[in-house]
């Protein structure tokens, strides 16, 4: 038996754990109790890792579409790599290279999302590349990017603890990101307030000593209304905010319209509530933001991760330790495909594609010409998909067909290509879609690295050889652009990929496997060799010198309850699985605890439609219906339903739209749509 | 009195040496990480036995239900289905290094895995392991096995169990299994003198004194469980804690409830692996018809604190279901633990 130390794939926490190799076998796993995230503990989903690596739905071979009904046929790699290359090659000569997009995967390793887009760029010729971040964190990235400077956590998730105040809005979090729930509880242990904004009421909320409950997207109101109240009762840091801001004045003017009356009447909270949240906050010189999916997959997301950046400058909650802004990323490596450039507007480490300094910088790494108009973004590139304009698509472990909203369209926009490669693990609904479906290598069976939520850039180890037939990530690009004739990625092994990252990434520049194999991973930006990263950052200089105040307004989505859809649907997550349930629904133990789909239902509603608890009701929003099971739960307020979205049995994103973006991240409306439900 | 020797310690490699010779050795492994597991080795310099060894992460028991093992393969030939046994590994093995609180939970284990069934896959593993236990005289802070009467010194259970005299270890033997290593090695071990049983007394009366924060009184709290005195709001707070991980019991030396399933795992064939389960879950308790009798988590919290120690249970295994090896304070998401029940029961 061995014992391997490697990273959590799961959620973006990023734990230590021990994998316990016998032979070929991975047979179980145990947290590290040294780990300073770990700390001897895991969650459901963490205990179970070991759990989906060897199941017999792995794919074992590249398969090829043989026929246009979609039966499969297996193939060598050489097959496979050829057809791709000619595919994509044809395509690209007919109808130009931004007729291909690509997208990335939050849990491949940071140098196969670095491979990845390095592949888009420079043999594809496209920025036409994106991932999943675009379904979840883009408004973080885009938000405190022009804030603060970075586009991630401020702080870490050991601060949590030491907090005087936490504000956590719109995160699950003991469900979504246990090992954060903890620190909060420890932080409420030792005389910590902590307030939770969720219109559900989540296990978090049930120990919090004030749970807020606005009416579904109204968040912006409820933060602005907060600012207000703030300037007014004289808590504004003028210190901090002369010394390290710009552009106050603005934000003060524009938080005016948010009276007490308005952000009563729009979100349907009670002025003493709010001003007893605004004063607990405001006194605190230790008061921290923790905010999830609830405030980012919105068409306003952006604009409320800004409100969050104007609220902890007001007040100075920034750049100090357990304070700041934090958003808690739900996959091991969303943070890391960012990091590493997985999207349209941005080389590794946020170097814009607009600076052309940038762009020679990389033609000159790459021995190559790169393209210099902006690519599509994940919703833009399905759009342009159904449309038509996109002919081609390469995407690497994300199952569109069940994260993307509007299911019916996404599943329209994939039929319409010309040609679709999915590499990943499992034939997920996606990939039965594809021309050719290459299989890669879990997570056990692969070197590399994944960055965690709070920017800890941390070693994962191979355990055992990639299976029968599966190749790593890394190397099915590496390969597949030298098939394409590219010459610069011949890449050995990821620890080589690791070199190059740091070379051309500032803020991956101090980081090598060296320093890795010796430390607990490295919390970004870290500059040079001798640089031990930062728990916290900004706390001499922000950025570009000065953090900046951005005023905001709010946005109505156009999926608000009426007559005809009488009920606010939201769509999130469980403990016991993980996002479209590829790996998590292959564990026995996992699936035995939440084995279907549902809908949460408020009593009284469920009075009203005559239903009880396990009976199947049909679902229908303006975009699609579903059918699914009813639980009753006063965890959801009346007129408000919640749905999980793991299952394709009774998936939560057929129903919603996916036209209403945010103007600023192109994040769609994933948290406010309109329902109607019926018993059948 | 057991029979008792002295080793001193320059010998202790030599007597790693033998029992590699003798079966599989599985001792306290440091990985490089720094954490402590129980790991099959291979040599006495990858053995951490300084008397400081922490607890493992997770406890022994591991080597008797693993987290998951092969009960049986099948699968559908020409001629019909096919079964084939997975029986046990029977190859000789030592634990070298286990804690008393960790032999003291086998012993538990032992009961359950005796009784009605008797569970060949646990009982075969068992009969070819023997147990070498190392004392504790620096219990780290989640220690409380004084409370539980489980450690850090035991009378019985062991195979061999060493107490460490600053040079030298007094050994004791417990079983003829334990006799048998050290009738062939007599030059290794040297008679007891009487300064050696004085020293081994002193030893044994100041390490009680180091458990300075286990304060788990357990008399009391037993009592009211079992009268179902506690009040209805201390599971209610539990339960708001409790994050479902099942850590609890993956953790817990006593813990011995397993899963069964049916696994495709090959082309051709199904495993049917056994994995450690938890009481935490709901879906350990769902009934076919979709009704479930611990659906709250509250519930389930209370019930996993009946089982351990009301009298119902006490007098079934002859003991509480707690050795004090202080595992679950570490694992719990939620700080919930036997120290902070015991005391919240006790208060209530």
Known sequence: MRNVLTVCPYCGCGCGLYLRVDGKKVLGTLPSKEHPIS??????????????????????????????AGTYRGTGWDEAYSLITKRLMEIQKKYGSNSIGIIGSAKCTNEESYLLMKFARSVLGTNN???CVRLCHAPTIAGLGDSFGFGAMTNSINEIENAKVILVIGSNTTEEHPIVGTRILKAIDQGANLIV????????????????????GTDLILISGLIRIIIEENLANFDFISRRTENFEVVKESVKKFTPEYVEKTTGLSFSNLRETALMYGHSKASMIIYGMGITQHINGTDTVQAFANLAMLTGNIGRESTGVNPLIGQSNMQGACDMGVLPDYFSGYQSIKDKKNVAKFEKAWSTKLPADKGLSFMEMIKRARQGKIKAMYIVGENVLLSAPNINEAIEALSHLEFLVVQDMFLTETAQLANVVLPSASFAEK????????RRVQRIRKCIEPLGGTKPDWQILSELAQRAGYTEMKNKNPREIMEEIASITPIYEGISYEKLDNTAGIQWPCFDKSDTGATFLYKDSFASGKAYFIP?????????????????LIAGRREFQFHTGSMTRKSPTLEREFPYGLVEINPNDADDLKVKSGWRVKIASRHGELETNVSITTAVPEKTVFIPFHFKEGAANLLLGNSDLDPKSKIPEFKVCAVKISSI | MNNVKILFKEDINKFVQICLKEAKVIAPFKTTYGDTIFSPVTSPSEVVIDHGYENSIIPPKEFFLPQEETMLTYGRYKEGYKFKPSLADESKRIIFGIRPCDVSAILFLDRFFRSDIEDIYYLKKRENTALISFCCHEPQETCFCICTDSGPFLTYGFDLQFIDLEDRYFVEIGTPKGEKLIKFNKNLFKDVS?????????????????FKSARAYFSKTIRKLSEGKVDRNVWDELGQRCFSCGGCSYVCPTCSCFDVADLLRSRDGYSRIRTWDSCMFAGFTKEAS????????????????????????????????CVGCGRCIVTCLGNINMPVVVEKIRRS
Do not use: M
Not at chain 1, 552 to 568: A, M, N
Not at chain 2, 194 to 210: C, F, G, H, M, P
Not at chain 2, 290 to 295: A, F, S, T, V
């Open chain 1, 129 to 131: 590349i994106d991932s």
């Open chain 1, 39 to 68: 700390h001897g503990q895991l969650c459901l989903k963490g205990w179970n890792v070991h759990s989906f690596i060897h199941s017999s739905q792995r794919l074992r071979e590249p398969l090829v579409k043989a026929d246009p």
């Open chain 1, 447 to 454: 070197n590399g690295t994944f960055t965690s939520t709070e």
């Open chain 2, 290 to 321: 979709g009704h479930n009798p611990r659906l709250e988590k509250k519930d389930r919290v209370c019930r996993r604190y009946y089982h351990k120690l009301s009298y119902q249970y006490v007098e079934k295994n002859e003991t509480h279901g």
């Open chain 2, 194 to 210: 009487v300064a050696d049983e004085k020293l081994r007394q002193e030893i044994v009366e100041s390490t009680k004194n180091k």
């Open chain 1, 197 to 216: 904004v969720d219109p559900r009421r989540t296990q978090i909320a049930n120990i919090s000593h004030l749970h807020l409950q606005p009416a579904p």
């Open chain 1, 552 to 568: 905001v307004d709010f946005t109505q989505g156009s999926e608000v309850p009426d007559k005809e859809y009488p009920y606010f």
